[in-house]
């Protein structure tokens, strides 16, 4: 079967890309050259073969037609046809749909669907049938196959595909092959030379406007998750096999690191040597923190600009100037005023260390692979890992200081997100069905910080020396599970689209597990290379023990 389908595209696919419009009911007059669903006998029941149905009523899915409300399409007016599987109260579910289309009616659904201001504006592929137009080829989302002078719909390009040869095969059943007549043309064409969308349309799109939302309004709200208890159960048990998948292999990596830092310490030196030389540069000591509040401002502005590009259709537009203070906002929540709070209360219990923020540059390079990293993955609305700032003291802490600095900081980033999870419905509650720049702006604000905190928590729990992960998995491996076991199941729970059976798993679930695991092979890996390779060392020359002044300040 197809891939899953986030109910957002959905909603956007009926709500703007199947509804016809004003331009479809002014071509009503012009009489399409595909034969109509009633003629080809092509109805829900005969769309699916029996072992189909089956498949998708096993699976929890239900038939749906079009409901009463919709709104007309060329799917829902007479001649078409429009079938729905759906797990209910979820937001998984495909749709299917047949229909044959005047040139007109082709030029204005292809404008509704392409349309840059909708959340997943859809783009054209020349395929051997027609002309294709879908998000995406790879993930089997919603696709409009444009051929034979009829559009039809089914989840990704093959399901469209399998979807025509049924027409074909329908049509061919139902009109006897007559004497040719040369004057007239077939009015069925196997052939994509003969269609509406053969040549390329030129369309003029819309420009993007500051009320167009950008991919942080891909966030589900809280209205949107379906939480049933076997969605649940599946979800948490997920989450206890992957906290055992990286708890040993952490295990390993932290004795490797402990044992052989060394040698580790003289590989990690020459790629500090720049951040070394930009402090020099500030006019701080060799190895103090840059201070003042300048570098730390182009720090989290800097963080903002790179955060943007989760976006796909970034431009130099009033929308991506709109999205770029949002991601702003919630950087400098989570971020400057999250650590101005751990700040206070460490002032408060250890006045001699003196906490004072700090920029810490190479974040920058972490923000950058995590916005690559979602963009690989194709998950929207992505990473957003803000932690541009750390702290800086008088005094060096304390073991226990830092381990609380930890803590306080896991904490507030966990509760920030949560926060602008609520804030983000709470907006998109209020302001449902009339969006305008101002709520999206604090929408999208809200949905910074939530981005910020759910999703990256995963990613700086992890115990890798530097991370904040290591901080806790050292002084704690069982407080380390709870933490990392929680923040996993939450951001399953909130940002990824949940399967309503294991055998329809989406994308977006395939490639974070996956990424886990490589993340569990590496630390085998890098626990091997140092423990089978390592030559015997001289204890009075074996330097400092500790594995985090590797990369990790605070």
């Known amino acids: 079967m197809p891939g899953h389908i986030p109910a957002v595209l ?68 007479p001649g078409g046809v429009f079938c729905r599987w759906a797990v209910p109260q979820s937001d998984v579910l495909y749709d299917y749909g047949y229909a044959p289309v005047t040139p007109a009616a082709s030029e204005a659904l292809v404008l509704k669907v392409t349309d840059p ?41 093959q399901g469209a595909v399998e979807l025509r040869d049924l027409v074909l095969r329908l049509a061919a059943a139902a009109v006897p092959s007559p004497t040719p007549q040369p004057e007239e ?11 509406v969308l053969d040549e390329e349309i030129e369309i003029a799109r819309p420009p993007r406007t500051i009320d167009t939302p950008s991919v942080l309004s891909t966030l589900p709200a809280i209205g949107d998750k379906d939480l049933r208890l076997e969605r649940v ?46 402090r ?17 401002a182009v720090g ?72 690559v990293l979602s963009r690989l993955l194709g998950f929207e609305p992505g990473v957003l890992f803000g932690l541009v700032l750390g702290l800086a003291f008088a005094v060096p802490p304390a073991t226990a200081d830092t381990v609380l600095v930890t803590w306080l900081r896991t904490g507030w980033i966990f509760l920030a997100g949560l926060i602008g999870w609520a804030g983000y419905s709470i907006v998109g509650l209020v302001w449902a069905g009339d969006p305008n720049w101002p709520s999206l702006l604090l929408g999208e604000a809200f949905g910074a910080l939530a981005i ?8 700086m729990l992890l115990p890798v020396p530097g991370l904040d992960g290591s901080v806790l998995f050292r002084s704690s491996k069982v407080g380390w599970a709870a933490a990392w076991g929680v923040s996993v199941l939450v951001f399953f729970f909130v940002l990824l689209p949940l399967p309503a059976s294991w055998d329809k798993v989406g994308a977006p679930l395939v490639g974070w597990v996956s990424l886990l695991i490589a993340y569990a092979v590496a630390a085998v890996a890098v626990w091997a290379i140092l423990r089978f390779t390592a030559r015997e060392r001289n204890d009075a020359g074996s330097g400092p023990s500790d594995p985090e002044a590797v990369s990790r300040t605070y």
Not at 63 to 68: A, L, V, W
Not at 241 to 266: C, G
């Open 117 to 157: 201001s909708n959340l997943f504006p859809m783009q054209r592929f020349d395929v051997a049938e027609g002309a294709l137009y879908t998000s995406s080829l790879e993930f089997g989302e919603t696709a409009f196959l444009f051929a034979d002078g009829a559009v039809y719909l089914a989840p990704g390009y």
């Open 452 to 459: 910020g905190g759910i999703a990256a928590l995963p990613l």
């Open 300 to 371: 989290v502005v800097s963080a903002a600009l790179i955060a943007c590009f989760l976006d796909p259709a970034l431009s130099f537009d009033e929308s991506s100037a709109r999205q770029f203070v949002s991601t702003l906002g919630g950087i400098v929540v989570e971020s400057v005023l999250g650590l101005t709070l751990v700040a206070v209360v460490l002032r408060s219990r250890r006045p001699d260390l003196e906490p004072r923020l700090q920029f810490q540059a190479g974040s920058l390079v972490v923000v950058l692979i995590a916005v």
């Open 185 to 195: 043309e077939t009015a069925l064409d196997t052939e994509p030379s003969e269609t």
């Open 280 to 296: 020099a540069r500030q006019g701080a000591p060799t190895g103090a923190p840059v201070p003042g509040w300048i570098p730390i």
């Open 233 to 278: 159960v599946a979800v948490v048990l997920l989450t206890l096999v992957l906290i055992l998948v990286v708890a040993l292999p952490s295990a390993l990596l932290s004795s490797a690191v402990e044992e052989h830092y060394d040698r580790l310490a003289a590989v990690v030196a020459p790629l500090r040597r720049p951040f070394v030389a930009l």
């Open 10 to 77: 959905v909603s956007l696919l009926v709500a703007a890309g199947l509804a016809s419009g004003p331009a479809l009911a002014a071509s009503a007059a012009e009489v399409p050259a595909a034969p109509t669903a009633e003629t080809l006998g092509l109805t829900c029941d005969s769309m699916f073969t029996a072992e189909q149905a089956a498949s998708f009523t096993e699976a929890g899915y239900q038939r749906f037609g079009p409901s009463e409300d919709a709104e007309p399409s060329v799917f829902t007016e």
